[in-house]
């Protein structure tokens, strides 16, 4: 299957927003769009953006995003990749793309000479264990904290 990974563009704001909902309902938690596009914008396209995004495209139809930033590490002394999010519709797994994703974040990782890249997936989400296991990710279990502001 041909695609395409690209780097996002203004214009993609309404379909990326549309992309986190679904992404957030298959990882069953709650998405409000309210404000989304303006602080999206203001994170992924400002003179120096705290945000990177990538969109997937697939005969000229949205199939998927991934969206990165460059954290520091403590314990290491280095920056790493922290991939935030990647989604890609059911229709559209399992041919390759993440993979392709996931091998292009490494290429970054390494260009930027980060100490690694850091991810996160639901315990439940048992399909994308699978797949970060079958690419070499190792798991570290922890438990992640929140208190809204």
Known sequence: MEYLIRDFQERDIDQLIILCAKHAAHEQSD??????????????????????CWIVMVKNNFAGYA????????WDARYYLHLDCIYLEEKFRGLGIGKAVMERLVDVAK???????????????????????????KAHDKKRFFIFT
């Open 67 to 74: 969206t990165f930033t460059f954290d520091f590490s403590t």
């Open 111 to 137: 260009s930027n000479n980060c100490v690694n890249l850091q991810w996160q997936t639901p315990v439940f989400n048992e399909m994308a264990i699978r797949f970060y296991e079958g690419i070499g990710g």
């Open 31 to 52: 998405y409000d769009p309210k404000d989304k596009a303006g602080h999206l914008k203001n994170a992924l396209l400002s003179d120096n953006p705290c945000l990177r």
